[in-house]
């Protein structure tokens, strides 16, 4: 694997040069009571930034209220711009780039918990929490594509360096491409032209928005793990068609419904008394009685998605960012030897926040991060590893300490 990119070197991204090729995936940390920024969130972020990763992600910044999964996440409003800046500022001091991903949650939104009614491309029922969801009209598609645009202004206008744009997992855009999701008769279904439209146009509103001024990428669906869903054929097609438009600097490559099948995009074990308990009472009751078949099993391995993203490399020219059982150098070196520019990580740096900075010390260094997937159930209550030990936490603390 010899000649193929350093993933520790210096790399650029779109306007943006990165100190190395590690992107801290975005999730939801559940650290935004009052849907602005905590001291906490920051200090997480920080932590990961001082660990060593070349830009961290911060998620989930809803473009619009509607387009929460729960009230205790970030909506994109002058009500939380100062936070955001406080935390660029803090990831910049500890030289990583601050991506902000931006996008509208769909039918995974909630609205018992948003008090704001959820929206996909057909009428359907979410499978969780059984509540109706709604049919997006003319209007609402022409909205949030518009909040979009605001959404990534603000961002840029505050310190980020990079829009990732979702449109995976099912959220509001990945619905329209999903054809058992989205059964409408006019220009927004039927043909995959027509699927992908709000996507296309979405892509394009957001770069007119920021123009040079910040990278900007898009995490994209390859596969949703739903019968009747998106597939990797359709997938293609589709990203053939943004790397033609233009308007994206990247594209992380995902798979999954986060409304459907959430455990395709993790993998390991399925973490269903957890989730049940940090649930309300009825959606607890649901998750006992519907947790094994919304919550599936599928065993962890190393690299998951590099077979589907290595029929995405060979079909386009653009950087790619895999995804995925990216958990050490060796992974690592495959990614860049099979021709992907960026590898994004989330559990392990969340079990070790100063990963990046040991596997530079030395390429040796495992991580210790089990894929027990118990991370899941903590997102209401503070995103953390549960099992790492007091004595770790003592040795991160000491760690830490010294970076500084």
Partial sequence: MTGHPDVL??????????????????????????????????????????????????????????????????????????????????????????????????????????GHPALAPSRLVNPLSLKKVHAATRTDIERIRRAHGSAAQMAAAVGFDAIEIHFGHNYFTSSFLSPVLNRRRDEYGGSLANRARVARDTAKTVRDAVGDRCAVLAKVNMDDGVPGG???????????????????????????????????????????????EAMSAPVRLGMKVFGRFFLKHYPFRELFMLEHARAVRAAVDMPLILLGGVTDFGSMSVAMAEGFQFVAMARALLREPDLINRIASDTETPSLCIHCNKCMATIYSGTRCVVTTPALRIAEVVSHHDLD
Avoid: C
Wanted: charged residues 20%; glycine residues 12%; aromatic residues 6%.
């Fill in 230 to 276: 998106l597939r990797l054929a359709e997938a293609i097609e589709f990203i053939k068609w943004l790397e033609d438009d233009g308007a994206l600097d990247a594209i992380e490559l995902t798979v999954g419904s986060s409304l459907v099948n959430p455990m395709y995009l993790f993998r390991g074990e399925a973490p269903i008394r957890e989730w049940g």
């Fill in 9 to 114: 070197a210096p790399a650029r991204l779109g306007s943006l040069t990165l100190r190395n090729r590690v992107i801290k995936a975005a999730t939801f940390e559940g650290m935004t009571p009052g849907a602005v920024v905590s001291d906490q969130l920051i200090d997480y972020h920080r932590s990961v930034s001082r660990g060593g990763v070349g830009m961290t992600t911060v998620a989930y910044l809803a473009v619009a209220p509607e387009g929460r999964t729960e009230d205790g996440q970030i909506w994109m409003r002058e009500e939380a711009l100062p936070g955001l800046h406080r935390l660029t500022d803090a990831i910049h001091e500890k030289g990583a780039a601050a991506s902000a991903q931006i996008g509208h949650a769909g039918a995974v939104g909630n609205e018992a918990l948003t």
